[in-house]
Nanobody, 126 residues
Framework: QLQLVESGGGLVQPGGSLRLSCAAS????????IGWFRQAPGKEREGVSC????????RYADSVKGRFTISRDNAKNAVYLQMNSLKPEDTAVYYC???????????????????WGQGTQVTVSS
């Protein structure tokens, strides 16, 4: 059974950091394109970052460039999102997603991904 489980969310003050984890089971993440997405209350789900497994290419939404970093640990079959200099507008539920057809591509569109985790809440507030 293919499963993605996010963790690492929580409450953090503006300017703080969090590291989100996405653990995969039932499949090997190294053969999938990977994405991190977020959804704030009343807003559509948006792409935050993606990683192409074939060449390690990454992309970031303009709103998080220079602050967020996506990475992968093949040995642990997990993906991470390091979030620094957090802002209140980063508050959202964060999801990881995976798609084998995106092995060679880095895509920030929600429609391209079939497998999703349940999400982890990130709240940035003083």
């Amino acid at each position: 059974q293919l499963q993605l489980v996010e963790s690492g969310g929580g409450l953090v003050q503006p300017g703080g950091s969090l590291r989100l984890s996405c653990a995969a089971s039932g499949f090997t993440l190294g053969y999938y394109g990977i994405g991190w997405f977020r959804q704030a209350p009343g807003k559509e789900r948006e792409g935050v970052s993606c990683l192409s497994s074939s060449d390690g290419n990454t992309r970031y939404a303009d709103s998080v460039k220079g602050r967020f970093t996506i990475s992968r640990d093949n040995a642990k079959n997990a993906v991470y999102l390091q979030m620094n200099s957090l802002k209140p507008e980063d508050t959202a539920v964060y999801y990881c997603a995976a798609e084998p057809l995106l092995f060679r591509r880095c895509v920030l569109s929600t429609q391209e991904y079939e497998s999703w985790g349940q999400g982890t809440q990130v709240t940035v507030s003083s």
